[in-house]
């Protein structure tokens, strides 16, 4: 007998006081709304941002890595100020001389290159082009440095960012980024967040190796903190 069910029902989640209850521990949007460009490689839709923002209420909000611009978008019809860089404008989010001009945010938005997943462009500064994982994790490091300090006392930093395997190993990238995060005296603000991936390029392929597939990524809130509370 066949009783494998083909769709899952989220569990019911806790009534609170949040303003957004269904911005719950895993996100599941099957749609991306108008927000970014859809064909910009390794792209994720709006409606997580949306809601993060909707919870947060942030008055000015920061994407240092912006890309198609799916955060600016959203920012735009929320009607929330939103500073962008990139590096393919040539704004680099680990120098800190593209912070210097900047006044306080209190929500960062980031999603950088998962590694050397995808390859954004040669510029040797570019995340994904980052000639180890150590190399990569202590750029995403600095990063995560330069965001925390515009960052208003009680602002927070989103990073979305998923595992994958590279070369036939499996990089824990979410896990080893709290890491880096708690080094900056970062704290995760809330529970991560699990974004399933529709519409994803692999998920149309075939493969001949044996994996077990994986259809998410992870959205991790932090805040800055003065003592780490280890
Ligand atoms: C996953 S994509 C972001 C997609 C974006 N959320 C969107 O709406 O299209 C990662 C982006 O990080 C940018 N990036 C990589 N290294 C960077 C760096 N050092 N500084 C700024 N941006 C960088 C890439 O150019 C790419 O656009």
């Known amino acids: 007998m066949n009783d494998k069910p083909r ?5 019911a989640a806790p009534l609170n006081g949040s303003p957004v209850p269904e911005l719950t521990s895993i996100h599941a949007a099957n749609r991306r709304g108008p927000y ?14 949306r809601d993060l923002l909707r919870y947060y209420r942030p008055q000015r909000v920061l994407d240092p890595m912006t890309g198609s611009g799916t ?10 100020p939103c500073v962008t860089m990139d590096i393919r404008r040539g704004q680099d989010a680990a120098d800190p001389d593209s912070y210097a001009q900047l006044a306080p945010v209190d929500f960062v938005w980031m999603h950088p290159p ?7 462009n040669d510029d040797p500064r ?8 150590e190399a990569f994790l202590t750029r995403m490091q600095l990063v995560l440095r330069l965001c925390r300090s515009v960052l208003k006392p009680d ?16 990089q824990p990238l979410p896990q080893l980024l709290v890491e880096r995060a708690i080094r900056e005296r970062l704290w995760p603000a809330a529970t991560e967040i699990i974004r399933l991936q529709y519409g994803n390029t692999s998920s149309s392929k075939r493969y001949r190796s044996s994996f077990i597939p994986g259809l998410h990524d992870t959205c991790l809130v932090f805040e800055a903190v003065e003592n780490v509370p280890l």
């Open 36 to 49: 970014g460009r859809r064909h910009y490689r390794g792209n994720c839709g709006g409606y997580l941002i």
């Open 126 to 133: 570019c995340l994904s082009k980052a000639p180890s994982l």
């Open 155 to 170: 602002g927070k930093i989103a990073v979305l960012i998923g595992g994958y395997s590279d070369r036939g190993r499996y």
């Open 71 to 80: 955060c600016r978008d959203v920012c735009r019809e929320l009607d929330i």
């Open 7 to 11: 769709f899952i029902e989220l569990p």
């Open 114 to 120: 998962y590694w050397r997943m995808i390859r954004y």
